[in-house]
């Protein structure tokens, strides 16, 4: 069992910047490879990034490469996701999530059904 908790959540003047913190109970944190997603209300839950367990590989949707930056510390048991250039389209409740799955890629980070364990979520808000 993993447990995620997000941290860093906050309101921001557009432009400006932020960063999440997701932190993971258990020894095997360092194995699983970590993604970002985020709702706004009404919306679907949206894929931000992911990174793979050693870090080798970052994954982001294309409304947020260039601006966000998803790093991890395994020692710490805990992944970032710095924000840059925030857009009040970015404003949402963000989510960390565990992927204990043998399988990688873009497209399987991108789907929230590839991971087995989430965050309860931190809320973004960015003003204009």
């Known amino acids: 069992q993993v447990q995620l908790v997000e941290s860093g959540g906050g309101l921001v003047q557009a432009g400006g910047s932020l960063r999440l913190s997701c932190a993971a109970s258990?020894?095997?944190?360092?194995?699983?490879?970590m993604g970002w997603f985020r709702q706004a209300p009404g919306k679907e839950r949206e894929f931000v990034g992911a990174?793979?367990?050693?870090?080798?590989?970052?994954y982001y949707a294309d409304s947020v490469k260039g601006r966000f930056t998803i790093s991890r510390d395994n020692a710490k048991n805990t992944v970032y996701l710095q924000m840059n250039s925030l857009k009040p389209e970015d404003t949402a409740v963000y989510y960390c999530?565990?992927?204990?799955?043998?399988?990688?890629?873009?497209?399987?980070?991108?789907?929230?059904?590839?991971?087995?364990?989430w965050g309860q979520g931190t809320q973004v808000t960015v003003s204009s």
């Open positions: 258990g020894s095997t944190f360092s194995s699983y490879a």
């Open positions: 999530a565990a992927s204990t799955s043998y399988y990688s890629g873009s497209y399987y980070y991108s789907k929230p059904a590839s991971y087995q364990y």
């Open positions: 990174i793979r367990w050693s870090g080798s590989s970052t």
